[in-house]
């Protein structure tokens, strides 16, 4: 029960309290409502804070009504009218309409953390008012009032009352305070004063979304904002730095360092073994000179090279041989041949050589391939590498003379590994790093197949002696100072156009062309015979008998086709031996 004001006269007295002084109607201000007559007949003026259910119509349930409140039994409570049990005559404050600047009182919460929904003043031909959202809600009565809110009925609390439902009495609790009745009346604990809990639907819940909303644009604006700005710095950037190179001093992207050792089958491993063993020479004489190349034989100093490039120093010129590794050192000519194209020339005072290991010609195929060392127009220690073209070439070179004793016959590799002036005497080396051959000629462009005259460069075809042959004239160069040559012991037609090498009338002193003895005389070989094949391979001209000639050691055994009257014989001779120059 609360407690009596001091301002009010004691209970039963009956003193009435005068109502609250109105404020006067003006401009702007609205006119108090006036309280309506409470009843309980139906139909009658609606009492305030009673709540209303709106009458049932199609699409709207019907409501159960709230029971009248009483304060004793047979007589309703009417509010606002002074309370028996409690002794005060109090009168109901006037509340202007909803709407009018006093927001709609806001329910409680209930003890149990649940909203309670508020039921809004309707009824026939009557709108339900809401407060404006944002207005001031007014102010608390002071304590211990027993005022009652005209939209709300108070609650039965402190009378001993029934509750709203008329199921039993309602739940006590202190001054204040106010319990959840028993039935469930949404009324029971509603406080106006209290905030506003967020409600599925209305404004503060409307309020707190549009909020979230606001926020969550503002951010995706933001990261919208934020991503276009940074590309638009970083393709300014990016632009600047690839037109200025950077900021600072340009530093270009490189690989590191890597192990220095290649593949022994490489052309860069072939050439890091062979290149020690290369030397190049220079060659004055009292009328020219050139350069070529050679290759070491022996610890003792012997260098293999090609005839015509000592050939200027033959007659008390000057040879000058340079390491790969920049040593110099002066040689002399050991022995030469013009008929191989084959010189020895030897230094001495020079420790540490390096000889070139010697491969086997005979193993050649064609297609292998091949690496060329030598100084090209002076250029020491150039590689080039290719392949092995084709194999027996019947090449002649030199010829200056006139007279013949200077033309070099050989039996040629033949190979598209790019040779020029300088790489005459070199070696060609197979895929493990062996000589196979000499490199001694080329195919010029313009001037023919003399290397000292053949000045226009490569054209992919070079011409190499085979290492086989190069070896024993090499042996015989060191041995003897001279190399012997293989021979047949006849005299041929060298200006016989026909196909086949023809046997001349007569010698070049005038004698028989085919020597008395001599293994063409033993196989029976005449005068005016024509020789097509040479162990079943067929030769077109002199120089090419001779080739395949040479190509062999004297002492081996040729098996000869022999023409004679249009008829073809077989014969077989041992070839002879003739000294060299």
């Known amino acids: 029960m609360p407690a009596p004001h001091p301002a009010h006269p004691p209970a039963g007295q009956g003193a009435p309290v005068p109502p609250p002084a109105q404020p006067p109607a003006g401009p702007g201000t609205p006119a108090p409502a006036q309280p309506q007559a409470e009843t309980g007949a139906p139909g009658g003026p609606l009492a ?5 259910t709106p009458p049932a119509g199609p699409g709207r349930p019907a409501s159960a009504q709230p029971q009248a409140e009483t304060g004793a039994p047979g007589g309703p409570l009417v509010p606002g009218a002074p309370d028996a049990s409690a002794g005060h005559g109090l009168l109901t404050p006037q509340t202007p309409p909803a709407g009018h600047g006093i927001p709609a009182p806001r329910p409680a919460p209930t003890g149990h953390g649940t909203p309670v929904p508020q039921t809004p003043l309707t009824g026939p031909g009557t709108t339900p008012h809401q407060a404006p959202e944002g207005h001031p809600a007014p102010h608390p009565s002071p304590a211990g009032h027993a005022t009652s809110h005209p939209l709300h009925p108070p609650a039965a609390a402190d009378r001993g009352g029934v509750d709203s439902t008329g199921g039993g009495p309602a739940a006590v609790g202190p001054v204040g305070v106010e319990s959840a009745p028993a ?8 406080d106006p004063w209290a905030a506003a ?48 190179g950077g900021i600072g001093a340009v530093e270009l992207p490189q690989a590191g360092k890597e192990p220095a050792g290649r593949a022994p089958d490489s052309v860069a491993g072939i050439a890091a073994r062979a290149l020690p063993s290369v030397v190049t020479l220079h060659v004055s004489g009292s009328d020219e000179q050139g350069t070529g190349t050679g290759f070491v034989l022996d610890g003792l100093g012997h260098i293999l090279t090609n005839n015509h ?3 200027p120093a033959a007659s008390g010129g000057a040879i000058s041989v340079t390491f790969s590794g920049g040593q110099t050192a002066k040689a002399r000519i050991v022995g030469r041949d013009t008929g191989y194209d084959l010189a020895v020339v030897q230094v001495s005072g020079v420790r540490g050589l390096t000889p070139m290991p010697l491969g086997n010609s005979d193993n050649v195929q064609v297609g292998d391939p091949v690496v060329a060392i030598g100084a090209p127009f002076d250029l020491a220690n150039t590689v080039t590498s290719g392949i092995i073209s084709a194999k027996e070439r019947p090449i002649t070179a030199g010829g200056e003379k006139g007279d013949g004793g200077d033309v070099s016959y050989v039996d040629a590799l033949q190979t598209d590994a790019p040779i020029n002036p300088g790489n005459s005497g070199g070696p ?38 085979p290492v086989n042959q190069a070896k024993r004239v090499a042996e015989e160069l060191i041995n003897t100072g001279r190399a012997s040559h293989p021979v047949i012991g006849v005299t041929l037609d060298m200006n016989y156009t026909g196909d086949g090498a023809k046997v001349g009338a007569k010698s070049h002193d005038g004698g028989s062309p085919v020597a008395p003895g001599g293994p063409g005389a033993k ?11 040479v162990d079943g391979k067929p030769v077109h001209s002199g120089e090419e008998l001779i080739v395949r000639t040479r190509a062999h050691r004297p002492g081996d055994r040729l098996a000869l086709t022999v023409r004679r009257d249009g008829r073809d014989r077989e014969v077989t001779l041992v070839l002879g031996s003739a000294g060299g120059d």
């Open 48 to 52: 305030p804070g009673a709540p209303q």
């Open 183 to 190: 039935g469930g009346d949404p009324w029971g604990r509603y």
């Open 197 to 244: 809990p967020l409600q599925e639907s209305g404004a503060a819940q409307g309020s707190a979304e549009r909020r979230r909303r606001r926020v969550r644009r503002a951010l995706v604006g933001g990261a919208v904002a934020l991503a276009v700005v940074s590309g638009l710095l970083g393709g300014v950037a990016g632009a600047y730095f690839e037109r200025n």
């Open 309 to 311: 490039v000592v050939e």
């Open 428 to 465: 060609l080396l197979d895929s493990h790093g062996r000589v196979i051959g000499i490199n001694s000629a080329i195919r010029s462009a313009d001037t023919g197949s003399d290397v000292q005259t053949g000045q226009a460069g490569s054209i992919g075809l070079g011409f190499a002696i």
């Open 523 to 533: 196989a029976g070989i005449k005068a005016g015979d024509v020789i097509t094949a």
